[in-house]
């Protein structure tokens, strides 16, 4: 059985804020999957924010780049979403993606949360 489960969010973050969100993977070869974080505002459509791939490319949402970093952990089967400078409109539930030709899987969510 496949699991991603997400943990980082639930709390309130100023603006200008950081927060590391976390997702471990089990019940899948998780060294070739792509990673991915997306993330769903409120009322708005869910939009890929990072990804990185088995050799360790990432790629950015141009909202999120040079605030968010993705990372993986091959030994730890984790994948994380470090966000620095947190904005309003980050505010999103945020979810956790393993993507393997046509394999897919999605965690359940995390919310996140950005206001003074």
């Known amino acids: 059985q496949v699991q991603l489960v997400e943990s980082g969010g639930g709390g309130l973050v100023q603006p200008g804020g950081s927060l590391k969100l976390s997702c471990v993977a089990s019940?899948?070869?998780?060294?070739?999957?792509?990673m991915q974080w997306y993330r769903q505002p409120t009322g708005k459509l869910r939009e890929l924010v990072a990804s990185?791939?088995?050799?360790?490319?990432?790629e950015y949402a141009d909202s999120v780049k040079g605030r968010f970093t993705i990372s993986r952990d091959n030994d730890q089967n984790a994948v994380y979403l470090q966000m620095d400078n947190l904005r309003p409109e980050d505010a999103a539930v945020y979810y956790c993606?393993?993507?393997?030709?046509?394999?897919?899987?999605w965690g359940q969510g995390t919310q996140v949360t950005v206001a003074s």
């Open positions: 993606n393993a993507n393997f030709l046509q394999s897919n899987f």
């Open positions: 019940g899948i070869i998780f060294t070739v999957y792509s």
């Open positions: 990185i791939h088995p050799n360790l490319a990432t």
